[in-house]
């Protein structure tokens, strides 16, 4: 029965891409507008998103290009169509404490949303593989 149950749990995980794993466009969406918002409310980054409080086209289109770069990245149907990872934080001179703060989010995010040990560290392999086009630039 356990043996049994296992081995669902591990085809399911097998089986559905991360895309389906973080709930869709739908489901990822809602986990950017979460993250977006705890980055606002951590004391050590929230310095570089609070200005965007005051330009909201900028700020949605900042999340959409968010949007598209998980689908695109967990296996889904959109294009993104934003700035590469350098060109877009370039000039930023992000540390590499900030970068681990941003992960520390995203990881509080999904735990709130659900979301299993394996796609977490699926997540993290993705955010940890575009870590040197991030920080310094
Ligand atoms: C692996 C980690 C990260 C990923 C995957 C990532 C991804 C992205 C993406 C997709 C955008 C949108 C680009 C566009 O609209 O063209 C963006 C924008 C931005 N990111 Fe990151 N980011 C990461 C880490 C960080 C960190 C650590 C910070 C600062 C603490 C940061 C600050 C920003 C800011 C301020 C913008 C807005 C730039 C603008 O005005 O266009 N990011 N990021």
Redesign the pocket.
Known sequence: MEIKLLTTIKANTMSESLFERLGGVKGIEKIVDDVVDA?LNNPV?SA??TP?LEQPK?LS??KS??VE?FTAGSGGPLD?T??D?VT??KG?N?SAS??M???EDILLILDKHGKNAQTKKDVLEI?WS??GM?IGQ
């Open positions: 980055h980054i570089r998103f965007y900028n289109r900042i290009h968010t770069f993104y934003g700035k990872m877009t934080h930023m992000i900030e970068y703060e941003t992960m955010l575009l870590k991030i």
